[in-house]
Protein backbone atom coordinates (compact mmCIF):
# COMPACT_ATOMS: atom_id res chain seq x y z
CA UNK A 1 0.00 0.00 0.00
CA UNK A 2 1.32 3.65 -0.98
CA UNK A 3 -1.62 5.36 -0.23
CA UNK A 4 -3.02 6.52 2.95
CA UNK A 5 -6.42 7.21 1.22
CA UNK A 6 -8.41 4.07 1.82
CA UNK A 7 -10.77 4.20 -1.42
CA UNK A 8 -7.41 4.48 -3.49
CA UNK A 9 -5.33 1.73 -2.06
CA UNK A 10 -8.70 -0.74 -2.31
CA UNK A 11 -9.27 0.49 -5.75
CA UNK A 12 -5.86 -0.30 -6.86
CA UNK A 13 -5.66 -3.53 -5.42
CA UNK A 14 -8.80 -4.68 -6.62
CA UNK A 15 -7.56 -4.10 -10.15
CA UNK A 16 -4.59 -5.41 -9.55
CA UNK A 17 -6.40 -8.84 -8.05
CA UNK A 18 -8.29 -8.68 -11.10
CA UNK A 19 -5.79 -7.83 -13.93
CA UNK A 20 -3.23 -10.50 -12.01
CA UNK A 21 -0.43 -7.77 -12.71
CA UNK A 22 2.67 -9.06 -11.59
CA UNK A 23 4.14 -5.88 -10.23
CA UNK A 24 2.79 -2.48 -8.93
CA UNK A 25 4.51 0.58 -9.57
CA UNK A 26 3.14 3.84 -8.25
CA UNK A 27 4.73 6.66 -10.71
CA UNK A 28 6.16 9.54 -8.37
CA UNK A 29 6.63 12.18 -11.77
CA UNK A 30 10.03 12.37 -11.18
CA UNK A 31 12.37 13.82 -14.52
CA UNK A 32 14.63 10.33 -13.11
CA UNK A 33 11.26 7.85 -13.72
CA UNK A 34 10.67 9.07 -17.25
CA UNK A 35 13.96 8.09 -18.02
CA UNK A 36 13.66 4.76 -16.12
CA UNK A 37 10.55 4.75 -18.48
CA UNK A 38 12.57 5.43 -21.52
CA UNK A 39 15.43 2.93 -21.04
CA UNK A 40 12.85 0.19 -20.34
CA UNK A 41 10.78 0.74 -23.68
CA UNK A 42 14.14 1.13 -25.37
CA UNK A 43 15.40 -2.05 -24.16
CA UNK A 44 11.75 -3.91 -24.99
CA UNK A 45 11.59 -2.03 -28.53
CA UNK A 46 8.60 -0.13 -27.79
CA UNK A 47 10.64 3.28 -28.10
CA UNK A 48 13.49 3.63 -31.23
CA UNK A 49 16.27 6.50 -30.12
CA UNK A 50 16.25 9.07 -32.88
CA UNK A 51 19.51 10.99 -34.17
CA UNK A 52 20.32 12.42 -30.24
CA UNK A 53 22.73 15.18 -32.29
CA UNK A 54 20.17 16.89 -34.48
CA UNK A 55 17.28 15.50 -31.82
CA UNK A 56 18.18 15.12 -28.31
CA UNK A 57 15.94 12.91 -25.95
CA UNK A 58 13.64 12.18 -28.80
CA UNK A 59 12.56 8.79 -29.76
CA UNK A 60 10.48 7.17 -31.82
CA UNK A 61 7.37 5.21 -31.17
CA UNK A 62 5.13 2.96 -33.55
CA UNK A 63 1.91 1.53 -33.08
CA UNK A 64 0.26 -1.27 -33.90
CA UNK A 65 -0.71 -0.51 -37.76
CA UNK A 66 -4.36 -0.87 -36.60
CA UNK A 67 -3.96 1.45 -33.44
CA UNK A 68 -3.59 4.80 -34.76
CA UNK A 69 -6.36 6.83 -34.13
CA UNK A 70 -9.68 7.55 -31.84
CA UNK A 71 -12.21 4.83 -32.51
CA UNK A 72 -15.78 6.93 -31.88
CA UNK A 73 -17.43 3.82 -32.91
CA UNK A 74 -16.30 2.13 -30.11
CA UNK A 75 -16.57 4.84 -27.39
CA UNK A 76 -19.63 5.05 -24.94
CA UNK A 77 -21.01 7.02 -22.49
CA UNK A 78 -22.97 4.87 -19.99
CA UNK A 79 -25.52 6.81 -18.42
CA UNK A 80 -28.15 4.82 -15.93
CA UNK A 81 -30.56 6.27 -18.68
CA UNK A 82 -30.12 6.40 -22.48
CA UNK A 83 -31.75 9.32 -23.05
CA UNK A 84 -29.00 11.71 -20.78
CA UNK A 85 -26.14 9.82 -23.35
CA UNK A 86 -28.18 11.43 -26.15
CA UNK A 87 -28.15 10.44 -29.82
CA UNK A 88 -24.79 12.25 -29.59
CA UNK A 89 -23.33 9.22 -28.07
CA UNK A 90 -22.77 5.76 -28.21
CA UNK A 91 -24.77 4.06 -25.39
CA UNK A 92 -24.23 1.08 -23.08
CA UNK A 93 -26.39 0.30 -19.52
CA UNK A 94 -23.62 0.23 -17.09
CA UNK A 95 -24.15 -3.11 -15.58
CA UNK A 96 -23.95 -4.98 -18.87
CA UNK A 97 -20.62 -2.19 -20.11
CA UNK A 98 -19.07 -3.23 -16.86
CA UNK A 99 -19.48 -6.76 -17.41
CA UNK A 100 -18.27 -6.95 -20.56
CA UNK A 101 -15.05 -5.06 -19.34
CA UNK A 102 -14.58 -6.43 -16.22
CA UNK A 103 -14.08 -9.86 -18.72
CA UNK A 104 -11.66 -8.20 -20.96
CA UNK A 105 -9.75 -7.36 -17.92
CA UNK A 106 -9.81 -10.19 -16.21
CA UNK A 107 -5.75 -11.53 -16.17
CA UNK A 108 -5.17 -8.84 -18.83
CA UNK A 109 -1.99 -8.10 -16.97
CA UNK A 110 -0.25 -11.36 -15.99
CA UNK A 111 3.63 -10.71 -16.37
CA UNK A 112 3.16 -7.23 -16.64
CA UNK A 113 3.62 -4.01 -14.43
CA UNK A 114 0.19 -2.29 -13.42
CA UNK A 115 1.29 1.54 -12.77
CA UNK A 116 -0.54 3.54 -10.62
CA UNK A 117 -0.65 7.47 -12.52
CA UNK A 118 -2.20 10.06 -9.50
CA UNK A 119 -2.79 13.39 -11.78
CA UNK A 120 -3.80 16.75 -11.80
CA UNK A 121 -5.51 18.60 -14.59
CA UNK A 122 -4.97 22.62 -14.37
CA UNK A 123 -2.60 23.92 -12.19
CA UNK A 124 -1.17 22.66 -8.84
CA UNK A 125 -3.44 24.23 -5.95
CA UNK A 126 -5.38 25.99 -8.65
CA UNK A 127 -9.29 26.23 -7.32
CA UNK A 128 -10.94 25.08 -10.96
CA UNK A 129 -7.76 22.07 -11.21
CA UNK A 130 -9.21 18.33 -11.06
CA UNK A 131 -7.60 15.28 -10.39
CA UNK A 132 -7.71 12.06 -11.51
CA UNK A 133 -5.82 8.30 -10.84
CA UNK A 134 -4.96 6.24 -14.33
CA UNK A 135 -4.18 2.61 -13.86
CA UNK A 136 -2.64 1.75 -17.12
CA UNK A 137 -0.52 -1.60 -18.26
CA UNK A 138 1.52 0.41 -20.76
CA UNK A 139 4.71 2.26 -19.88
CA UNK A 140 4.20 4.65 -22.90
CA UNK A 141 1.21 5.91 -21.62
CA UNK A 142 3.20 6.37 -18.44
CA UNK A 143 5.71 8.13 -20.26
CA UNK A 144 3.36 10.50 -22.10
CA UNK A 145 1.42 11.15 -18.68
CA UNK A 146 4.54 12.72 -17.54
CA UNK A 147 4.59 14.91 -20.90
CA UNK A 148 0.92 15.90 -20.81
CA UNK A 149 0.00 16.06 -17.04
CA UNK A 150 1.09 17.32 -13.49
CA UNK A 151 1.53 13.69 -12.38
CA UNK A 152 2.99 12.17 -9.43
CA UNK A 153 3.45 12.84 -5.57
CA UNK A 154 2.14 16.39 -5.53
CA UNK A 155 -0.92 15.30 -7.44
CA UNK A 156 -1.73 12.52 -4.96
CA UNK A 157 -0.73 14.46 -2.13
CA UNK A 158 -3.84 16.29 -3.19
CA UNK A 159 -5.91 13.61 -4.02
CA UNK A 160 -5.47 11.97 -0.35
CA UNK A 161 -6.18 15.43 1.06
CA UNK A 162 -9.65 15.63 -0.58
CA UNK A 163 -10.67 12.41 -1.50
CA UNK A 164 -11.68 13.36 -4.93
CA UNK A 165 -10.76 11.78 -8.10
CA UNK A 166 -11.77 10.10 -11.09
CA UNK A 167 -10.89 6.36 -11.56
CA UNK A 168 -9.51 5.58 -15.04
CA UNK A 169 -8.55 2.10 -15.96
CA UNK A 170 -6.81 1.34 -19.07
CA UNK A 171 -5.19 -1.92 -20.70
CA UNK A 172 -3.81 -1.88 -23.99
CA UNK A 173 -4.69 -5.54 -24.20
CA UNK A 174 -3.99 -7.48 -27.29
CA UNK A 175 -4.54 -4.15 -29.64
CA UNK A 176 -7.49 -5.99 -31.21
CA UNK A 177 -9.84 -3.76 -32.54
CA UNK A 178 -12.12 -6.74 -32.16
CA UNK A 179 -11.73 -6.22 -28.53
CA UNK A 180 -11.64 -2.56 -27.81
CA UNK A 181 -13.71 -0.75 -26.37
CA UNK A 182 -13.43 2.95 -24.41
CA UNK A 183 -16.04 3.28 -21.56
CA UNK A 184 -17.60 6.04 -19.77
CA UNK A 185 -19.50 6.33 -16.49
CA UNK A 186 -20.03 9.77 -15.80
CA UNK A 187 -22.67 9.09 -13.05
CA UNK A 188 -19.76 6.94 -11.01
CA UNK A 189 -16.45 9.03 -12.35
CA UNK A 190 -15.24 6.09 -14.06
CA UNK A 191 -13.34 5.38 -16.95
CA UNK A 192 -12.24 2.01 -18.53
CA UNK A 193 -10.46 1.88 -21.67
CA UNK A 194 -9.19 -1.61 -23.38
CA UNK A 195 -7.69 -2.48 -26.50
CA UNK A 196 -5.93 0.72 -27.53
CA UNK A 197 -2.14 2.26 -26.53
CA UNK A 198 -3.28 5.57 -28.86
CA UNK A 199 -3.44 8.83 -27.30
CA UNK A 200 -7.41 9.91 -27.10
CA UNK A 201 -8.41 6.27 -26.40
CA UNK A 202 -5.44 5.93 -24.05
CA UNK A 203 -4.34 8.83 -22.08
CA UNK A 204 -7.30 9.09 -19.77
CA UNK A 205 -6.55 12.77 -18.85
CA UNK A 206 -7.12 14.04 -22.54
CA UNK A 207 -10.36 13.52 -23.87
CA UNK A 208 -12.01 10.28 -21.70
CA UNK A 209 -11.34 12.93 -18.31
CA UNK A 210 -10.80 16.42 -19.19
CA UNK A 211 -14.31 16.66 -22.10
CA UNK A 212 -16.27 14.14 -21.60
CA UNK A 213 -16.46 13.18 -17.65
CA UNK A 214 -15.41 16.92 -17.28
CA UNK A 215 -18.09 18.18 -19.53
CA UNK A 216 -21.22 16.48 -17.61
CA UNK A 217 -19.35 17.55 -14.19
CA UNK A 218 -19.48 20.60 -15.69
CA UNK A 219 -23.20 20.87 -16.74
CA UNK A 220 -23.92 20.12 -13.07
CA UNK A 221 -21.74 22.69 -11.71
CA UNK A 222 -22.32 25.45 -13.97
CA UNK A 223 -18.55 25.89 -15.54
CA UNK A 224 -17.95 24.58 -19.19
CA UNK A 225 -15.41 22.14 -20.25
CA UNK A 226 -14.63 23.15 -23.97
CA UNK A 227 -12.62 21.27 -27.04
CA UNK A 228 -10.73 25.06 -27.08
CA UNK A 229 -7.48 26.28 -27.47
CA UNK A 230 -6.68 29.32 -25.35
CA UNK A 231 -4.38 32.21 -27.26
CA UNK A 232 -3.07 35.78 -25.94
CA UNK A 233 -3.16 38.30 -28.50
CA UNK A 234 -0.64 41.41 -27.62
CA UNK A 235 -0.78 44.88 -29.62
CA UNK A 236 2.04 46.80 -30.21
CA UNK A 237 0.44 48.84 -27.12
CA UNK A 238 1.22 45.49 -25.37
CA UNK A 239 -2.89 44.84 -24.76
CA UNK A 240 -3.25 41.39 -24.43
CA UNK A 241 -6.94 39.87 -25.24
CA UNK A 242 -7.38 36.26 -24.94
CA UNK A 243 -9.39 34.25 -26.73
CA UNK A 244 -10.97 30.69 -26.69
CA UNK A 245 -11.39 28.81 -29.82
CA UNK A 246 -13.04 25.34 -30.72
CA UNK A 247 -11.87 23.36 -33.77
CA UNK A 248 -12.67 19.90 -34.56
CA UNK A 249 -9.81 17.77 -34.58
CA UNK A 250 -6.86 18.56 -36.99
CA UNK A 251 -8.53 21.50 -37.84
CA UNK A 252 -6.27 24.16 -36.68
CA UNK A 253 -5.93 24.48 -32.81
CA UNK A 254 -2.75 23.21 -31.97
CA UNK A 255 -1.19 25.83 -35.24
CA UNK A 256 -3.36 28.52 -33.73
CA UNK A 257 -2.32 28.65 -30.17
CA UNK A 258 1.32 28.81 -31.37
CA UNK A 259 0.90 31.32 -34.22
CA UNK A 260 3.95 33.34 -34.66
CA UNK A 261 2.64 36.99 -36.15
CA UNK A 262 4.05 37.04 -40.10
CA UNK A 263 6.72 40.00 -40.79
CA UNK A 264 4.03 42.46 -41.36
CA UNK A 265 3.29 42.58 -38.18
CA UNK A 266 5.47 43.57 -36.14
CA UNK A 267 5.60 44.40 -32.51
CA UNK A 268 2.43 41.88 -32.53
CA UNK A 269 3.04 39.16 -29.89
CA UNK A 270 1.03 35.97 -29.52
CA UNK A 271 1.17 33.58 -26.13
CA UNK A 272 0.25 30.01 -26.17
CA UNK A 273 -1.98 28.79 -22.99
CA UNK A 274 -3.46 25.81 -24.40
CA UNK A 275 -3.57 23.93 -27.82
CA UNK A 276 -6.78 21.35 -26.82
CA UNK A 277 -8.96 21.75 -23.89
CA UNK A 278 -10.05 24.85 -22.14
CA UNK A 279 -12.01 24.34 -18.49
CA UNK A 280 -14.20 27.90 -17.94
CA UNK A 281 -15.46 29.32 -14.74
CA UNK A 282 -17.65 32.56 -14.23
CA UNK A 283 -15.91 34.81 -12.09
CA UNK A 284 -16.83 37.30 -9.43
CA UNK A 285 -17.23 40.14 -12.42
CA UNK A 286 -18.96 37.65 -14.34
CA UNK A 287 -16.38 37.31 -16.62
CA UNK A 288 -15.54 34.14 -18.15
CA UNK A 289 -12.40 32.74 -17.30
CA UNK A 290 -10.03 30.21 -18.94
CA UNK A 291 -7.44 27.28 -17.70
CA UNK A 292 -6.00 24.71 -19.86
CA UNK A 293 -6.14 21.47 -17.93
CA UNK A 294 -3.08 19.83 -19.64
CA UNK A 295 0.43 20.47 -19.39
CA UNK A 296 1.78 19.08 -22.35
CA UNK A 297 1.33 18.84 -26.15
CA UNK A 298 -0.06 16.15 -28.47
CA UNK A 299 0.03 17.34 -31.76
CA UNK A 300 -0.78 16.63 -35.33
CA UNK A 301 3.30 16.48 -37.08
CA UNK A 302 2.38 16.36 -40.76
CA UNK A 303 1.98 19.94 -41.65
CA UNK A 304 4.69 20.96 -39.25
CA UNK A 305 7.50 23.04 -40.59
CA UNK A 306 9.37 26.04 -40.16
CA UNK A 307 7.09 28.29 -41.72
CA UNK A 308 3.79 27.07 -40.88
CA UNK A 309 4.56 26.52 -37.21
CA UNK A 310 7.94 27.36 -36.08
CA UNK A 311 7.10 26.95 -32.84
CA UNK A 312 6.50 23.75 -32.62
CA UNK A 313 8.38 23.10 -34.97
CA UNK A 314 10.61 24.24 -32.40
CA UNK A 315 9.25 22.84 -29.39
CA UNK A 316 10.02 19.13 -30.91
CA UNK A 317 13.52 19.57 -31.35
CA UNK A 318 13.90 17.87 -27.54
CA UNK A 319 12.61 16.44 -24.91
CA UNK A 320 9.95 14.82 -27.33
CA UNK A 321 7.61 11.22 -28.27
CA UNK A 322 7.01 10.72 -31.67
CA UNK A 323 4.49 8.50 -33.15
CA UNK A 324 4.28 6.66 -35.62
CA UNK A 325 6.77 9.05 -38.25
CA UNK A 326 9.07 8.28 -40.70
CA UNK A 327 12.80 8.26 -40.65
CA UNK A 328 15.62 9.55 -42.56
CA UNK A 329 19.00 8.19 -43.71
CA UNK A 330 20.41 10.52 -40.75
CA UNK A 331 17.83 8.88 -38.75
CA UNK A 332 15.95 11.84 -37.99
CA UNK A 333 12.14 11.73 -37.73
CA UNK A 334 10.30 12.90 -41.05
CA UNK A 335 6.73 13.61 -42.09
CA UNK A 336 4.73 14.69 -44.89
CA UNK A 337 5.36 19.24 -45.55
CA UNK A 338 8.50 18.55 -43.09
CA UNK A 339 10.07 21.01 -45.86
CA UNK A 340 14.08 19.42 -45.25
CA UNK A 341 15.15 16.29 -45.42
CA UNK A 342 13.48 12.83 -46.84
CA UNK A 343 12.13 9.56 -45.50
CA UNK A 344 13.89 6.20 -46.47
CA UNK A 345 12.15 3.99 -43.40
CA UNK A 346 7.98 4.40 -43.26
CA UNK A 347 5.56 5.20 -40.33
CA UNK A 348 5.71 1.35 -40.14
CA UNK A 349 9.24 0.55 -40.27
CA UNK A 350 9.17 -0.69 -44.14
CA UNK A 351 11.29 1.02 -46.56
CA UNK A 352 9.58 3.71 -48.01
CA UNK A 353 7.90 3.19 -50.92
CA UNK A 354 5.09 6.17 -51.89
CA UNK A 355 2.47 3.43 -53.42
CA UNK A 356 2.20 2.65 -49.58
CA UNK A 357 0.55 5.73 -49.43
CA UNK A 358 2.24 8.38 -46.97
CA UNK A 359 5.60 8.08 -45.67
CA UNK A 360 4.21 8.92 -41.89
CA UNK A 361 0.89 8.36 -40.63
CA UNK A 362 -1.37 11.48 -41.62
CA UNK A 363 -2.38 10.83 -37.68
CA UNK A 364 1.28 10.58 -36.93
CA UNK A 365 2.15 12.86 -33.22
CA UNK A 366 4.45 14.86 -30.91
CA UNK A 367 4.12 14.42 -27.12
CA UNK A 368 6.07 17.60 -25.71
CA UNK A 369 5.91 19.36 -22.24
CA UNK A 370 4.07 22.37 -23.25
CA UNK A 371 7.32 24.38 -21.73
CA UNK A 372 9.20 23.51 -24.72
CA UNK A 373 7.09 25.93 -26.75
CA UNK A 374 8.75 29.35 -26.77
CA UNK A 375 5.22 30.94 -26.86
CA UNK A 376 4.12 29.12 -23.40
CA UNK A 377 2.47 32.11 -21.45
CA UNK A 378 3.54 32.12 -17.87
CA UNK A 379 -0.43 32.90 -17.25
CA UNK A 380 -0.75 29.07 -18.42
CA UNK A 381 0.11 28.16 -14.69
CA UNK A 382 -2.04 30.98 -13.36
CA UNK A 383 -4.52 29.30 -10.64
CA UNK A 384 -7.49 31.60 -12.30
CA UNK A 385 -6.28 31.16 -15.38
CA UNK A 386 -6.87 34.05 -17.74
CA UNK A 387 -10.05 35.95 -18.64
CA UNK A 388 -11.39 35.15 -22.50
CA UNK A 389 -12.77 38.30 -24.54
CA UNK A 390 -13.92 36.04 -27.71
CA UNK A 391 -14.89 32.57 -28.15
CA UNK A 392 -14.31 31.21 -31.80
CA UNK A 393 -15.79 27.97 -33.30
CA UNK A 394 -14.59 27.24 -36.03
CA UNK A 395 -14.63 24.41 -38.60
CA UNK A 396 -13.08 22.56 -42.37
CA UNK A 397 -15.16 23.18 -44.89
CA UNK A 398 -14.14 23.92 -48.60
CA UNK A 399 -17.71 25.61 -49.36
CA UNK A 400 -20.43 27.76 -48.02
CA UNK A 401 -19.27 28.97 -44.51
CA UNK A 402 -16.81 32.32 -44.27
CA UNK A 403 -13.27 33.44 -43.15
CA UNK A 404 -15.22 34.77 -40.21
CA UNK A 405 -18.39 36.07 -39.09
CA UNK A 406 -19.75 37.27 -35.68
CA UNK A 407 -23.06 36.46 -33.89
CA UNK A 408 -25.44 39.01 -33.24
CA UNK A 409 -25.57 38.07 -29.11
CA UNK A 410 -24.84 34.93 -27.20
CA UNK A 411 -28.04 33.05 -28.04
CA UNK A 412 -27.37 33.17 -31.26
CA UNK A 413 -23.94 32.27 -30.57
CA UNK A 414 -24.68 29.28 -29.08
CA UNK A 415 -26.62 28.67 -32.55
CA UNK A 416 -23.24 29.16 -34.32
CA UNK A 417 -21.75 27.24 -31.95
CA UNK A 418 -24.46 24.39 -32.24
CA UNK A 419 -24.59 24.31 -36.16
CA UNK A 420 -21.09 23.91 -37.06
CA UNK A 421 -20.31 21.28 -39.60
CA UNK A 422 -16.88 20.13 -40.17
CA UNK A 423 -14.87 17.69 -42.78
CA UNK A 424 -14.01 14.72 -41.19
CA UNK A 425 -10.01 14.07 -40.29
CA UNK A 426 -7.61 11.06 -39.15
CA UNK A 427 -8.05 11.87 -35.63
CA UNK A 428 -10.81 9.45 -35.46
CA UNK A 429 -10.93 5.98 -37.83
CA UNK A 430 -13.03 6.23 -40.52
CA UNK A 431 -13.41 8.08 -44.15
CA UNK A 432 -11.64 11.39 -44.23
CA UNK A 433 -13.16 14.40 -45.61
CA UNK A 434 -16.66 13.87 -45.19
CA UNK A 435 -18.66 17.14 -44.29
CA UNK A 436 -20.30 15.75 -40.59
CA UNK A 437 -22.18 17.74 -37.60
CA UNK A 438 -19.72 18.42 -35.47
CA UNK A 439 -21.64 21.27 -32.65
CA UNK A 440 -18.88 23.42 -30.48
CA UNK A 441 -16.24 21.11 -32.09
CA UNK A 442 -17.52 18.05 -29.43
CA UNK A 443 -19.16 15.77 -31.15
CA UNK A 444 -16.49 13.43 -29.80
CA UNK A 445 -16.15 14.88 -26.88
CA UNK A 446 -19.56 15.54 -24.51
CA UNK A 447 -20.44 13.01 -22.29
CA UNK A 448 -23.68 13.67 -22.38
CA UNK A 449 -27.34 14.64 -24.07
CA UNK A 450 -26.23 17.54 -26.65
CA UNK A 451 -29.42 19.58 -26.52
CA UNK A 452 -28.76 19.21 -22.36
CA UNK A 453 -25.75 20.77 -23.39
CA UNK A 454 -26.76 23.61 -25.66
CA UNK A 455 -29.66 24.38 -22.81
CA UNK A 456 -26.54 24.62 -20.32
CA UNK A 457 -24.64 26.94 -22.84
CA UNK A 458 -27.57 29.10 -23.06
CA UNK A 459 -28.04 29.34 -19.11
CA UNK A 460 -24.88 31.51 -19.33
CA UNK A 461 -26.64 34.19 -20.61
CA UNK A 462 -29.10 34.67 -17.35
CA UNK A 463 -25.99 34.62 -15.13
CA UNK A 464 -23.34 37.32 -16.67
CA UNK A 465 -23.91 40.45 -18.83
CA UNK A 466 -19.83 40.15 -19.39
CA UNK A 467 -19.74 37.64 -21.77
CA UNK A 468 -17.25 36.96 -24.34
CA UNK A 469 -18.97 37.71 -27.91
CA UNK A 470 -19.10 34.76 -30.37
CA UNK A 471 -17.12 34.63 -33.48
CA UNK A 472 -16.70 32.08 -36.26
CA UNK A 473 -14.04 31.39 -38.61
CA UNK A 474 -12.88 28.60 -41.59
CA UNK A 475 -9.42 28.95 -42.81
CA UNK A 476 -10.16 26.12 -44.84
CA UNK A 477 -11.88 27.47 -48.13
CA UNK A 478 -11.16 26.13 -51.12
CA UNK A 479 -11.13 26.75 -55.45
CA UNK A 480 -12.46 24.52 -57.53
CA UNK A 481 -8.69 23.10 -57.90
CA UNK A 482 -8.42 22.31 -54.27
CA UNK A 483 -5.90 25.01 -53.32
CA UNK A 484 -6.49 27.18 -49.68
CA UNK A 485 -8.12 30.64 -50.85
CA UNK A 486 -6.80 31.60 -47.81
CA UNK A 487 -2.99 31.51 -46.63
CA UNK A 488 -4.14 30.08 -42.80
CA UNK A 489 -1.56 29.63 -40.52
CA UNK A 490 0.57 32.98 -39.07
CA UNK A 491 -1.68 34.74 -41.86
CA UNK A 492 -4.88 33.82 -39.33
CA UNK A 493 -3.58 36.54 -37.09
CA UNK A 494 -5.29 39.32 -39.49
CA UNK A 495 -8.73 37.84 -38.39
CA UNK A 496 -8.05 37.51 -34.76
CA UNK A 497 -7.14 41.58 -34.90
CA UNK A 498 -10.52 41.90 -36.45
CA UNK A 499 -12.64 39.67 -33.73
CA UNK A 500 -10.07 41.61 -31.15
CA UNK A 501 -11.37 45.07 -32.91
CA UNK A 502 -14.59 44.06 -32.40
CA UNK A 503 -14.81 43.07 -29.16
CA UNK A 504 -13.65 46.72 -28.17
CA UNK A 505 -16.01 48.36 -30.44
CA UNK A 506 -13.15 49.68 -32.42
CA UNK A 507 -14.18 48.71 -35.98
CA UNK A 508 -17.92 48.65 -37.70
CA UNK A 509 -19.23 45.25 -39.16
CA UNK A 510 -21.85 44.27 -42.01
CA UNK A 511 -25.27 42.73 -40.86
CA UNK A 512 -25.60 39.62 -42.88
CA UNK A 513 -28.72 36.86 -42.19
CA UNK A 514 -26.08 34.74 -40.37
CA UNK A 515 -24.38 37.48 -38.57
CA UNK A 516 -21.69 40.24 -38.41
CA UNK A 517 -19.34 40.10 -41.32
CA UNK A 518 -16.26 42.48 -41.70
CA UNK A 519 -16.67 45.63 -44.19
CA UNK A 520 -14.60 45.08 -47.08
CA UNK A 521 -11.04 46.34 -46.60
CA UNK A 522 -11.22 45.53 -42.52
CA UNK A 523 -9.27 42.56 -42.72
CA UNK A 524 -5.93 44.13 -42.79
CA UNK A 525 -4.28 42.17 -46.49
CA UNK A 526 -1.47 44.30 -46.68
CA UNK A 527 1.59 42.55 -47.82
CA UNK A 528 -0.69 39.55 -48.69
CA UNK A 529 -0.72 38.36 -52.43
CA UNK A 530 -3.87 37.75 -52.05
CA UNK A 531 -6.71 39.23 -54.81
CA UNK A 532 -9.64 41.14 -53.71
CA UNK A 533 -12.07 38.68 -55.62
CA UNK A 534 -10.68 35.97 -53.29
CA UNK A 535 -11.64 38.10 -50.24
CA UNK A 536 -14.87 39.11 -51.20
CA UNK A 537 -15.64 35.44 -51.74
CA UNK A 538 -14.23 34.68 -48.60
CA UNK A 539 -16.33 36.74 -47.18
CA UNK A 540 -19.86 36.75 -48.89
CA UNK A 541 -22.96 34.74 -47.75
CA UNK A 542 -24.87 32.35 -50.59
CA UNK A 543 -27.99 33.27 -49.40
CA UNK A 544 -29.21 29.65 -51.49
CA UNK A 545 -26.71 27.47 -50.01
CA UNK A 546 -27.23 29.19 -46.43
CA UNK A 547 -30.84 28.04 -46.71
CA UNK A 548 -30.32 24.84 -47.57
CA UNK A 549 -27.61 24.59 -44.55
CA UNK A 550 -30.08 26.04 -42.11
CA UNK A 551 -33.12 23.09 -42.93
CA UNK A 552 -30.57 20.46 -42.81
CA UNK A 553 -29.59 21.98 -39.26
CA UNK A 554 -33.48 21.71 -38.53
CA UNK A 555 -33.50 18.30 -39.78
CA UNK A 556 -30.69 17.35 -37.50
CA UNK A 557 -32.49 19.43 -34.49
CA UNK A 558 -35.12 16.94 -34.92
CA UNK A 559 -32.92 13.78 -33.98
CA UNK A 560 -32.80 15.28 -30.59
CA UNK A 561 -36.28 15.66 -30.27
CA UNK A 562 -38.01 18.24 -27.53
CA UNK A 563 -35.21 18.39 -25.20
CA UNK A 564 -34.09 20.74 -27.95
CA UNK A 565 -34.10 24.15 -26.14
CA UNK A 566 -36.69 26.11 -27.51
CA UNK A 567 -34.42 29.51 -27.62
CA UNK A 568 -32.16 27.42 -29.87
CA UNK A 569 -35.11 26.62 -31.95
CA UNK A 570 -36.06 30.24 -32.04
CA UNK A 571 -32.80 31.38 -33.00
CA UNK A 572 -32.93 28.97 -35.64
CA UNK A 573 -35.88 30.28 -36.87
CA UNK A 574 -34.81 33.73 -36.73
CA UNK A 575 -31.91 32.91 -39.37
CA UNK A 576 -34.02 30.85 -41.26
CA UNK A 577 -36.99 33.51 -42.08
CA UNK A 578 -33.86 36.39 -42.49
CA UNK A 579 -32.62 33.55 -45.38
CA UNK A 580 -36.20 33.54 -47.11
P1 LIG B 1 -6.16 17.89 -32.77
O1 LIG B 1 -4.86 17.73 -32.02
O2 LIG B 1 -6.51 16.66 -33.54
O3 LIG B 1 -7.28 18.35 -31.90
O4 LIG B 1 -5.89 18.95 -33.96
P2 LIG B 1 -5.75 20.55 -34.00
O5 LIG B 1 -7.09 21.18 -34.05
O6 LIG B 1 -4.82 21.01 -32.96
O7 LIG B 1 -5.12 20.78 -35.45
P3 LIG B 1 -3.63 21.21 -35.88
O8 LIG B 1 -3.29 22.61 -35.47
O9 LIG B 1 -2.69 20.15 -35.47
O10 LIG B 1 -3.77 21.20 -37.46
C1 LIG B 1 -4.19 20.06 -38.20
C2 LIG B 1 -3.70 20.13 -39.62
O11 LIG B 1 -4.25 21.30 -40.25
C3 LIG B 1 -2.19 20.22 -39.73
O12 LIG B 1 -1.74 19.40 -40.78
C4 LIG B 1 -1.95 21.69 -40.05
O13 LIG B 1 -0.78 21.88 -40.81
C5 LIG B 1 -3.22 22.11 -40.80
N1 LIG B 1 -3.57 23.54 -40.56
C6 LIG B 1 -3.60 24.18 -39.37
N2 LIG B 1 -3.91 25.50 -39.50
C7 LIG B 1 -4.11 25.69 -40.83
C8 LIG B 1 -4.47 26.85 -41.61
O14 LIG B 1 -4.66 27.96 -41.12
N3 LIG B 1 -4.61 26.65 -42.96
C9 LIG B 1 -4.39 25.43 -43.54
N4 LIG B 1 -4.55 25.34 -44.86
N5 LIG B 1 -4.05 24.33 -42.83
C10 LIG B 1 -3.91 24.45 -41.50
C1 LIG C 1 -8.07 14.92 -31.15
O1 LIG C 1 -8.31 13.90 -31.82
O2 LIG C 1 -8.89 15.87 -31.04
C2 LIG C 1 -6.78 15.04 -30.45
C3 LIG C 1 -5.90 13.88 -30.37
O3 LIG C 1 -6.50 16.10 -29.88
S1 LIG C 1 -6.46 12.73 -29.20
O4 LIG C 1 -5.67 12.85 -28.00
O5 LIG C 1 -6.29 11.41 -29.77
O6 LIG C 1 -7.84 12.97 -28.88
MN1 LIG D 1 -8.19 17.61 -30.08
Request: glycine share 8%; charged share 25%; net charge negative.
Given at each position: ????????????????R?????????????????????????????????????????????????????????????????????????????????????????????????????????????????????????????????????????????????????????????????????????????????????????????????L?????????????????????V?????????????????????N??????????????????????????????????????????????????????????????????F?????T?E???????????????????????????????????????????????????????????????????R????????????????????T???????????K?????????????????????????????????????????????????????????????L??????????????D?????????????????????????????????????????M??????????????????????????????
Amino acid sequence: MTTRLESLSEWVAGIARLTQAERVHWCTGTRDEYDEFVREMLARGDLLELNQDSYPDCYLHRSDPRDVARVEHLTYVCSDRKEDAGPNNNWMLPAEAREKMNGLFDGCMKGRTLYVIPYCMGPLGSPYSRYGVEITDSTYVAANMYLMTRMGDAALAEIERTGRFIRGLHSVGELDPERRFIMHFPEDLTIMSYGSGYGGNALLGKKCHALRIASYQARTEGWLAEHMLIVGVENPAGETHYLACAFPSQCGKTNLAMLIPPKSHRGWKVWTLGDDIAWMHLDDEGRLRAINPEAGLFGVVPGTNRHTNPNAYESIRRDAIFTNVALTAENDPWWEDKDTGEPVMDWQGRPYDPANGPAAHPNSRFTVSAKNNPSYSELAEAPRGVPISALVFGGRRRELTPLVYEARDWAHGVLVGATAASETTAAATGKVGVVRRDPMAMKPFCGYNFADYWSHWLSFENRSDALPRIFHVNWFRRDPDGSFLWPGFGENLRVLRWIIDRCRDRVDAVESPIGYLPEPGAIDTSGLDIELETMQELLSVDPEAWKQEMQSIGEYFQTYGDRVPQRLRAEHGKVLSALS
